[in-house]
């Protein structure tokens, strides 16, 4: 990748206000700043390149403000460790609070920095530097932020910050939001700060599960004849998956997972019974009412998963369930989910208690208690289908294992294009805000790129127009990434909900389209990457020019290019779904 190279050597003095907070992200070892770029943080932008060299963090630049956020969020997601942002004033942090959101509800670690003022009255210019100047900027986003401040010394700006890295990087993990004072940065320093030891300002370590509450599961999971573990949030790492692996094979237990989580699970492991989902599906709530045992490891909306099988019979299992995730529970928004019951409950992550629990029960391995159904196969429609973008797209890789789904539609076939490692697929957007799939694409392939992965990204036409221009920056930093356009010119899940809106009102169901068809002409999404410096490609609109197009896509991806293909699709009846539990939106 390329990063930006000042002319000249970096002034090594620390002289300035925004030097401290430059000096910081350094000292963090934090590798990469996203920014569009404001006149509030001047004073940073100059010591980041002309005190740090535009290295330890390299800027990222962006064209969008809610790019900034969700690149870091997308870079998070993959390495589990975060990386900084920094939005402009009021209106920069306005315009970034949706994937600031986002990463909220996907409990992603995360560094936003700000900046005001100057909150001095005398150093304000007029006009612009008041409209962008507030007392509580941080109240913008407290509902939905683990913590947030505004220091207003340089000593109160290294603990500031200090404090955030430490908490953001504490499970559950979350986005902190530090406002800088433009005043503050511009300010000459008459010494340097005192610089804090961060070998003693490390996270903790997650708690471990209470001995007695330990035993008493290991013995209710022993005991089971029809354990099922839903493999909720964990870690993307191998250790964390071989050891669910483990779990499930000494239990003999059914497992599901979600595609808001990710890759929790072998999808081709015999255990895995049924294809990830989004929302329940009718054979994966047979399976929860026949268990007599629920293990849920930090399983996204437990409760509403429970209701919804309910549908299909009593859901009579004891639950033992892991999560720190109540720990950010807030009073202003909802996403806490639907309050589940629960028998024995470790206030610990899922890892914690699936180690441990694998250390307390017997060794050995126990037949799963229930066969994986069958794959209703490949449609038989004459329009293109994922079932052929999937089978193009892996006839293209000789090895399949270095390839990472940052994002998917629903409908991804698995039977085609298993999840076989923790870094298969990185999982939904987290708070279901559209038009942040490009952002988080380029986040992930930036620390992918560090692993040597191929970074494939799949998303709707509505979100891409939303965010086609995040993909600017992976042209201009040279972020190798492809993404695959599943383009059915319509806001189709839309299209559901004004059906059934139509339907009970006796109304006629045909006009579900109006006012949500992207048609008559459909945007062009070729051009649009091509105006971001990318390659585009389409639409493809034939099934006998499926393979051809990705052919030429992933030798663009492998020679380091970025990508985009769009293909035009027909939604299928294989992709409706129950649009009262789907996303509102969709492309």
Not at 326 to 337: F, N, V
């Amino acid at each position: 990748m390329i990063i930006d190279r000042p002319e000249g050597r970096p002034d090594p003095q620390i002289a300035w206000g925004s030097d401290v907070a430059a000096e910081m992200l350094r000292r963090f070892g934090c590798p990469f700043i996203s920014l569009n770029p404001g006149a509030s943080f001047r004073g940073l932008h100059d010591s980041l390149v002309n005190h740090l060299g535009n290295e330890t963090p390299g800027i990222l630049l962006c064209l969008h403000e809610d790019h900034s956020v969700a690149i870091a969020h997308g870079y998070a997601r993959v390495t589990g460790e975060p990386m900084a942002c920094v939005l402009h004033a009021n209106v920069g942090l306005l315009h970034g609070m949706m994937a600031i959101f986002n990463a909220w509800c996907d409990r992603a670690p995360l560094l936003v920095l700000g900046a005001t003022g100057p909150v001095a009255m005398e150093k304000r210019r007029p006009w612009i530097d008041w409209i962008h100047t507030m007392r509580d900027q941080g109240g913008l986003v407290r509902n939905f932020i683990k913590w947030d401040d505004q220091p207003s010394s340089p000593d109160s700006l290294v603990e500031s910050l200090t404090r955030g890295w430490l908490l953001t990087r504490s499970h559950p993990t979350g986005p902190v939001y530090i406002c800088l004072d433009a005043g503050l940065q511009e300010t000459k320093l008459e010494r340097e700060p005192v610089w804090p030891d961060l070998t003693r300002m490390q996270p903790p370590r997650p708690p471990r599960p209470a001995k007695s509450d330990l035993e008493s599961a290991a013995r209710l999971l022993a005991e089971s004849k029809r354990p099922l573990i839903l493999a909720g949030r964990g870690a993307r790492t191998d250790k964390a998956w071989r050891a669910r692996i483990h779990l499930a094979e000494r239990l003999g237990a059914c497992v599901m997972s979600d595609l808001k989580s990710g890759a929790m699970f072998p999808t081709n492991h015999p255990a895995h019974v049924v294809a990830p989902f989004n929302a329940v599906p009718k054979t994966a709530r047979e399976i929860i009412c026949e268990a007599d045992v629920i293990l849920s490891l930090d399983w996204v909306d437990l409760g509403g998963a429970l209701q919804q099988a309910g549908s299909a019979g009593e859901v009579s299992a004891k639950i033992v369930a892991a999560s720190l995730d109540r720990h950010l529970h807030r009073g202003a928004g909802m996403e806490y989910q639907a309050l589940a019951p629960v028998d024995i409950f470790f206030s610990t992550t899922s890892d914690a208690l699936v180690e441990d629990l694998v250390e307390a029960l017997e060794p050995g391995q126990r037949p799963v208690w229930r066969e994986r159904r069958a794959s209703a196969g490949q449609s038989t429609s004459p329009s293109i289908t994922l079932h052929q973008i999937a089978r193009a797209l892996r006839d293209n890789f000789d090895d399949p294992e270095k390839v990472t789904f940052s994002l998917l539609n629903r409908g991804w076939p698995t039977e085609v294009w298993p999840f076989t490692s923790p870094l298969s697929y990185l999982g939904k957007d987290g708070g279901g805000g559209l038009g942040s799939g490009p952002g988080l694409s380029v986040g992930a392939a930036l620390a992918l790129q560090k692993l040597g992965r191929y970074a494939v990204s799949v998303l709707g036409d509505g979100d891409f127009c939303m965010g086609a221009t995040a993909i600017w920056t992976a042209v201009r930093h040279q972020i190798p990434m492809l993404i695959l356009i599943d383009n059915n010119r319509s806001y189709f899940n839309d299209e559901l909900h004004q059906e059934n809106v139509a339907r009970a009102r006796g109304r006629n169901e045909k006009n579900r389209w109006i006012g949500l068809r992207l048609d008559a002409p459909p945007p062009n999404i070729a051009k649009l990457a091509e105006a971001q410096g990318a390659i585009g490609i389409g639409p493809v609109v034939r099934s006998a020019d499926v393979s051809g197009a990705v052919a030429e896509g992933v030798g663009v991806l492998k020679s380091g290019g970025v990508c985009v293909i769009d293909f035009h699709v027909d939604p299928g009846e294989e992709r409706r779904s129950n649009a009262s539990v789907g996303q509102r939106k969709s492309g």
